[in-house]
Antibody, heavy 117, light 106 residues
Framework: QLQLQESGPGLVKPSETLSLTCTVS??????????WGWIRQPPGKGLEWIGS???????YYNPSLKSRVTISVDTSKNQFSLKLSSVTAADTAVYYC?????????WGQGTLVTVSS | VMTQSPAFLSVTPGEKVTITCQAS??????LYWYQQKPDQAPKLLIK???QSISGVPSRFSGSGSGTDFTFTISSLEAEDAATYYC??????????FGQGTRLEIK
């Protein structure tokens, strides 16, 4: 069974780049069976899909965030990562990594990222 | 756009719960339902509108296709207190979630 774990700074300054990593265990990140994604949830609010990546490196992003988002895979470490540039307070949220093409079967526990000076 | 209703429900244990989700355009059966308890990640309960997930209690079910979908808890239990979300996976990007339904146990 897949297990996912997010890691990264819990505090990011406005205008800087948010960087998170998701470490996958129980399966190979380079398997053609899997898609990998990032979803976020501002405090007290609903879920927002950020983007997803296939093992081949093909990516698709939420148009509302596309200009600021990069998702990539590191097969040597069995990890995938999220970079979100030019952050503002509106990017404060719990960030989840998850597995799935059009639905998400496995989720990490989530990590809170606060954008503040 | 996914329109989910109601936003809040307060229901007595043993009663039936119904939540609806409407898509702004047809999405076939690419509709999923999640349960999220406080400080936990969402958990997939139903896939492809009506398919059950292994390990999920049978009191949870889903129906619908195209634009109109329904999620049902046949007999509410205290442990079902949570927020429930629908999610469409057909017209993407973007993958979109409903606004959520917070379910309170009376």
């Amino acid at each position: 069974q897949l297990q996912l774990q997010e890691s990264g700074p819990g505090l990011v300054k406005p205008s800087e780049t948010l960087s998170l990593t998701c470490t996958v265990s129980g399966g190979s990140i380079s398997s053609s069976s899997y898609y990998w994604g990032w979803i976020r949830q501002p405090p007290g609010k609903g879920l927002e899909w950020i983007g997803s990546i296939y093992y081949s490196g093909s990516t698709y992003y939420n148009p509302s965030l596309k200009s600021r988002v990069t998702i990539s895979v590191d097969t040597s470490k069995n990890q995938f990562s999220l970079k979100l540039s030019s952050v503002t307070a509106a990017d404060t949220a719990v960030y989840y990594c998850a597995e799935g093409p059009t639905n998400f079967d496995y989720w990490g526990q989530g990590t809170l990222v606060t954008v503040s000076s | 756009v996914m329109t989910q209703s109601p936003a809040f429900l307060s229901v007595t244990p043993g009663e039936k719960v119904t939540i609806t989700c409407q898509a702004s355009e047809g999405i076939g059966n690419y509709l999923y339902w999640y349960q999220q308890k406080p400080d936990q990640a969402p958990k997939l309960l139903i896939k492809y509108a009506s398919q059950s997930i292994s390990g999920v209690p049978s009191r949870f079910s889903g129906s619908g296709s195209g634009t109109d979908f329904t999620f049902t808890i046949s007999s509410l239990e205290a442990e079902d207190a949570a927020t429930y979300y629908c999610q469409q996976g057909n017209k993407h990007p973007p993958i979109t979630f409903g606004q959520g339904t917070r379910l309170e146990i009376k």
